[in-house]
């Protein structure tokens, strides 16, 4: 694909109207004066305040702000080990006693982004760009198949050679394939993506081909870092074309979506609470 026509669908990326739909007047969720005060006025939880937390989160509800903010100050060992068994039981109720694998696949690492900490940035001219045809998408679909697997998480760059429509080929490619396996004859039942912010209507051709899970990481919530890291002349400098991801894709009838930031950018304790308001606000 020619420079020219990259460039184009850079222009054509970023659908604003998608974005300020979303807003609650003119304004996104992530309000970092009141993340930090959340923080600050939960710094000292008692125990007994704790425990009753931790009792909340056994009935499988979404916690607050202020009680996530409190549970994030604990620092008493005797808490802390139950908050583990916590931790256990939950995931206990909500997924039983089990572990799903999934392989991933990179089908492309050709991305038009320059962000500070990735080894696939524009600017990494020593990178070997290359995009898997088809066909290479089927063969490495045998070869995880053949290991056993059924799930599979691929991987996408940023870039117009791997838009959706080559996403939703490559998805449909890997449910095709059927392969001898270690018990009979196998296949990947669910294609999970890690892919780009994309607009509703390239979000229902994903759907259209049976999409698993759609995740898409903020990488931080914090905006002066997150402008710090992503240029703001690239797709992903655009913050909130990011944040509303998810939100596009529940319109758009994708129903597993993962949220997730990229711990060591910015505070810890910040980037919990943030994930903890973009689950509330996909819930409004």
């Not at 996104?28 to 931790?54: C, H, W």
């Not at 409190?70 to 997924?95: F, N, S």
């Amino acid at each position: 694909m020619s420079e020219l026509a990259v460039k184009e669908w850079v222009k054509q990326a970023i659908k604003q109207d998608e974005i300020d739909k979303y807003l609650i007047d003119g304004k996104d969720f992530i309000d970092e004066l009141a993340i930090t005060e959340t923080l600050k006025s939960n710094a000292n939880p008692d125990k007994e305040q704790v425990r009753d937390i931790l009792q909340k989160s056994l009935k499988i509800e979404r916690l607050e702000p202020a009680e996530t903010a409190a549970l994030l100050h604990v620092t008493d060992p005797e808490l802390w080990e139950e908050m583990y068994a916590t931790g256990l039981e939950v995931k206990r109720k909500v997924y039983d006693n089990r572990i799903v694998f999934f392989a991933p696949l990179y089908c492309s690492n050709l991305c038009v982004n320059n962000c500070a900490y990735c080894g696939f940035r524009l600017e990494n001219r020593s990178e070997k760009r290359r995009i898997l045809s088809i066909d290479e998408v089927k063969h490495e679909a045998e070869a995880v198949i053949s290991e056993g697997h059924k799930r599979m998480i691929v991987v996408y760059g940023e870039h117009a050679s791997s838009d959706a429509d080559y996403m939703a080929e490559t998805i449909k490619a890997i449910y095709t394939v059927k392969k001898k396996a270690r018990h009979g004859e196998g296949t990947i039942r669910r294609v999970n993506i890690n892919a780009v912010p994309m607009s509703t209507a390239d979000l229902k051709k994903l759907g259209d081909v049976g999409i698993g899970t759609y995740q898409v990481f903020q990488e931080t919530y914090h905006k002066q870092i997150y402008a710090s890291v992503h240029p703001e002349d690239t797709i992903k400098g655009n913050y909130r074309w990011r944040l509303y991801a998810l939100h596009r894709a529940m319109e758009a009838g994708i129903d597993d979506l993962a949220i997730g930031a990229l711990f060591g950018l910015y505070d810890w304790r910040f980037e919990v609470m943030g994930l903890l308001y973009h689950a509330i606000d996909m819930e409004r």
